[in-house]
Structures are given as structure tokens and as C-alpha cells.
């Protein structure tokens, strides 16, 4: 399979918002990926519909939402009207999570669950089946351009064998510290999808550092 490779707009210039768009239309990017937080669930606050809304007008790739906020519920097809492809949702913040999933899916879009740090893989074994992606946070969520928890790889490899235990079409993606220094390492456990931030858009060369990403996981 080809590697996914999804810079977090959450990294990005807001002043030149279009610009830094238009990089990722034009680069060997696969998939814009998009954090929306709400001061509650994580103590930060990023953004909402509106520039959601505008990031959409513009972007021509898979829009790759990622809600860190409670009550995601009240919000999926309002996700929907503004342009989300995929919307992730977080284990910790749904006590009824097969029901958010159905909503997902409901709306057209595809469902993806993410885990925090300190969340076990075995709380998926029972909604698995039922989804789409599976978003490993390798940082605690809320702020960009913190360092990859260790422990990381061992999760993987655990997702890895539930899926293809369960025969599951789910996705691994993996968010937080991911570089050209853990990568190659990453993909070889077994993500197919990778969010980067700060490594991309603070680096000198943000088309070259993702055509550079990109051939390490996906050479051909």
C-alpha cells in the first residue's frame, strides 16, 4: 500500500493560510490533516468551522479532521457541510463511541478513533470492525512540536495484530514528533498514515521535507 504522508495544518501560517494550502496541493502530500480543539478536552484551542470551511475552498486532498473535543456528537454533520473526508473522534471523549462511529459513517464520511498516550489498544476490540482509521497519538494532544513518546512503536504493533486478527480495513495513523529520524521505523511496524507538523512547516523547504518523507515509506 502507499504510504500516506498529512501535514497538520495546525503548524501552519495562518497570515498565509491559502499559501501554505497551496504548497500541500502542489506537494506529494496525500491528505490535509486538521486539528479542531476545544480549551476542554485538550488545554489548547485551535480552530472551527469557519476556517475549516475556508481551508476546503481550497484544498484539493483528502481533508483529514481530528476532533480533541468533547461531546463530539453535537458537531458531525456540521463537520460534514464544511468539507471533513474523514472525521476522528476520540475514544476518551465518547461514552457511547459504536454510536458516534454509525453518525460518522451515516453522514458519508469516513470514522477514525483516536487513543491518547495512556489508552490501551484493547479498548478497541470491540468497535475494530467499525472503522476506518485508527489515530495513535504519539504526543499527549493539545500542543504541536513535542517529542515522540518511545512507547509508541509497541501500541502499533499491538494495532497491527488486532486488526489483522479481526480482519479489519481500519488504517494505523500515527500523530505527535513524527520526522525523517522515526519514520522509516514507524511504517516498518506497521502505519500507513503519518501526521506531521512542525517538521514540515518550520523546516527551511516544506515541499522538499515532504517529498523527502515521502520516499521513505513509499520509494517507489
Known amino acids: ?59 484539493t486532498k483528502t481533508m483529514d479532521v481530528h476532533l480533541m473535543i468533547v461531546d463530539p456528537d ?3 454533520s456540521d463537520f460534514k457541510k464544511v468539507g471533513a473526508d474523514i472525521l476522528t473522534v ?13 453518525a460518522i459513517k451515516a453522514t458519508g464520511m469516513k470514522a477514525g478513533v483516536s487513543l491518547n498516550p495512556h489508552t490501551p489498544i484493547a479498548v478497541l476490540e470491540d468497535i475494530i470492525g467499525n472503522l476506518d482509521l485508527v489515530l495513535i497519538m504519539s504526543v499527549n494532544p ?14 502499533v504493533e499491538q494495532l497491527k495484530h488486532l486488526i489483522e486478527f479481526t480482519k479489519s480495513k481500519a488504517l494505523i495513523e500515527v500523530d505527535g514528533g513524527v520526522t525523517d529520524q522515526n519514520i522509516e521505523k514507524l511504517s516498518e511496524t506497521g502505519v500507513d498514515a503519518f501526521v506531521a507538523g512542525s517538521f514540515i512547516f518550520k523546516s527551511e523547504n516544506p515541499t522538499k521535507t515532504i517529498e523527502n518523507l515521502k520516499y ?3 520509494p517507489e
Not at 90 to 102: F, K, M, N, S
Open 142 to 155: 493539545g500542543f504541536g512540536g513535542q517529542s515522540f513518546i518511545e512507547n509508541t512503536y509497541k501500541k
Open 90 to 102: 476520540h475514544y476518551e471523549a465518547c461514552t457511547h463511541l459504536h454510536r458516534t462511529v454509525q
Open 1 to 59: 500500500m502507499n504510504k500516506i504522508i498529512a501535514p497538520s495544518i495546525l503548524a501552519a501560517d495562518f497570515s498565509n493560510l491559502q499559501r501554505d494550502i497551496e504548497m500541500v496541493n502542489n506537494s506529494k502530500a496525500d491528505w490535509f490533516h486538521i486539528d479542531v480543539m476545544d480549551g476542554v478536552f485538550v488545554p489548547n484551542i485551535s480552530f472551527g468551522m469557519p476556517v475549516i470551511s475556508a481551508i476546503k475552498k481550497h484544498a
Open 216 to 218: 521513505l515509506v513509499s
Open 74 to 76: 453535537r458537531f458531525i
